[in-house]
């Protein structure tokens, strides 16, 4: 099965209600990302006061450090559109916002993936042992680079190569 590579355009629609459109459709991503990243930085904060959390070793602290840094910044990066939003409400800036927050998304993209492979790397090393943890968390990472990343800029280099043939 391949998948359509054409981009779809809405001549009937002008430049503001397009701005409007993709701003109103990346908040509400933004949104369902944020919730998830929300989770993950509550969880990884609750960690330290468990019981076992002192068991980890030097490899388990740097991960929990990384993860839980790396999550602080994915919640900033996926909240700050909102605020900012909200901030410059009625101020005619919406492309600055639109173009500034999908930049946003992206950054808080890249920091969830490492927050969210630290923290699989941990929780397997504290359940079994290095490699496995290892093994699985350059999984995740790979997974999320892979479909969050190369595949959308893969797909937007065969469309821009289309065009330009055209």
């Excluded at 509400?28 to 068991?55: C, D, E, I, M, N």
């Excluded at 909102?82 to 005619?92: C, K, Y």
């Amino acid at each position: 099965m391949s998948e359509v590579l054409e981009p779809l355009e809405n001549t009937d629609e002008s430049r503001k209600e397009r701005v409007d459109r993709e701003l109103g459709e990346l908040l509400q991503g933004l949104r369902v990302a944020a919730t998830g990243v929300q989770v993950l930085f509550a969880f990884l904060l609750t960690l330290p006061f468990s019981s076992g959390f002192g068991k980890i070793d030097t490899t388990g602290n740097w991960l929990f450090y990384l993860a839980v840094v790396s999550a602080a910044v994915a919640s900033i990066c996926t909240i700050a559109p909102a605020t900012q939003h909200r901030i410059l409400f009625r101020s005619g800036l919406k492309e600055l916002l639109l173009h500034r927050a999908n930049r946003l998304g992206v950054a808080g993209g890249l920091a969830l993936a490492v927050s969210m492979t630290c923290s699989t790397a941990l929780v397997l090393d504290a359940l079994t042992s290095p490699g496995p943890a290892a093994l699985v968390g350059a999984g995740v990472a790979l997974l999320c680079a892979w479909l969050w990343f190369v595949q959308p800029l893969l797909s937007l280099r065969l469309v821009k190569n289309d065009n330009e043939k055209d």
